[in-house]
C-alpha cells in the first residue's frame, strides 16, 4: 500500500515540475514574441523617419527653388506679382504678415500700403 502511495505521489509531483515547466516556456515563448513584435515595429518607425526626413528634403529644396526664382533680378521678392514678403520665412510657414486678410494682428497697420485689385495679376505657383 505504502509503494503504490508513494508512486501516485512521485506522479503528482512529475505532473506539477512538468507544468510548472510548460509555464515558464509558455512565458519565455511569449517574450520572445513580444520582442520580436517590438524590433519589428521600430524597423518600421526607423524607415518612416527616414522617409519623412527625405521628404522634409526634398520640400526645402522646392522651397529654395522658388526663392530663388523671386529673388533672381537681385531686388527684393516682393516686388513680384505674387510674390512673397522678403520677412517670410519658410521654415516656419505662414504667409505674408503684410498682404491683407493675412496680418497676424488685423489692428495693427499693414507693413506696405494695400494694392488695388488687379486679377490679371494673380499668379498661381
Do not use: F, T
Not at 15 to 35: D, F, G, S, T, V
Not at 75 to 101: A, E, H, V
Amino acid at each position: 500500500m505504502q509503494a503504490i502511495r508513494d508512486k501516485i505521489n512521485d506522479i503528482k509531483a512529475m505532473r506539477k515540475a512538468k507544468a510548472e515547466a510548460k509555464a515558464e516556456e509558455k512565458a519565455e515563448k511569449e517574450l520572445a514574441k513580444a520582442r520580436v513584435e517590438v524590433a519589428h515595429e521600430v524597423r518600421l518607425a526607423r524607415e518612416a523617419e527616414a522617409s519623412m526626413d527625405l521628404h522634409v528634403a526634398k520640400a526645402s529644396e522646392r522651397v529654395d527653388k522658388e526663392i530663388a526664382k523671386y529673388s533672381g533680378g537681385g531686388d527684393s521678392y516682393s516686388q513680384q506679382p505674387g510674390g512673397l514678403d522678403s520677412s517670410y520665412d519658410p521654415s516656419i510657414g505662414g504667409g505674408n504678415p503684410g498682404d491683407i486678410g493675412m496680418n497676424p494682428n488685423p489692428n495693427a497697420p499693414a507693413s506696405r500700403p494695400a494694392e488695388p485689385h488687379n486679377p490679371s495679376s494673380h499668379q498661381l505657383l
